[in-house]
């Protein structure tokens, strides 16, 4: 079956430690997303990524960094920077092209700091 | 700037009840609409697009429609059940093809 994978799906850090998040699709989609998730609030996005070598930043990425070396991988690394990194995030992909479109998205991973 | 609301926030029913979750946003230059569910802890499910030019969408006991001259867009959901509790969140894709996500509506549905 075609989906996003997510890993890990809870994962604790303490703080100073950089912690890297995967997501591995299989849909054959071009574009892929981070989004991260707050209670009370709606998704923000995090970074996207249109085509393989290639992302952009998004509305909070601050303390957030990314790669995009093949089409179906698109993992986020937190870093010490990120100021409240304790969250549910979320990645998706789409497509692609002159529009979104319709969003998949993986399972989440529940990041906490300690 | 695009403002997508949902209201109520939270939403209990007994079984069987026919009900209504709203979507709002406050730029009508909109691509599509799409509307998801989430169930505790997990990711978000895609349940209909519907695109600008379209009024609705249909899939089994749910109903989209789309008003983009009033900034409106409604779920039905027909003959409820338990198994439909769950987060619904609608997002609205803009004009400059930017995603953005209502805060969701908490549905309760009590055997």
Sequence with gaps: ?????????????????????????????????????????????????????????????????????????????????????TAFYLCASSIGGAYTGELFFGEGSRLTVL | ???????????????????????????SAIYNLQWFRQDPGKGLTSLLLIQSS??????????????????RSTLYIAASQPGDSATYLCAVETSYDKVIFGPGTSLSVIP
């Excluded at chain 1, 998040?21 to 249109?50: K, V």
């Excluded at chain 1, 960094?65 to 870093?79: D, G, I, Y």
């Design chain 1, 1 to 85: 079956d075609g989906g996003i994978t997510q890993s890990p799906k809870y994962l604790f850090r303490k703080e100073g430690q950089n912690v890297t998040l995967s997501c591995e699709q299989n849909l054959n989609h071009d574009a892929m997303y981070w989004y991260r998730q707050d209670p009370g609030q709606g998704l923000r996005l995090i970074y996207y990524s249109q085509i393989v070598n290639d992302f952009q930043k998004g509305d909070i990425a601050e303390g957030y960094s990314v790669s995009r070396e093949k089409k179906e991988s698109f993992p986020l690394t937190v870093t010490s920077a990120q100021k409240n990194p």
């Design chain 2, 1 to 27: 700037k695009q403002e997508v609301t949902q209201i109520p926030a939270a939403l209990s029913v007994p079984e069987g009840e026919n009900l209504v979750l709203n979507c709002s946003f406050t730029d």
């Design chain 2, 54 to 71: 379209q009024r609705e969408q249909t899939s089994g006991r749910l109903n989209a429609s789309l008003d983009k001259s009033s900034g």
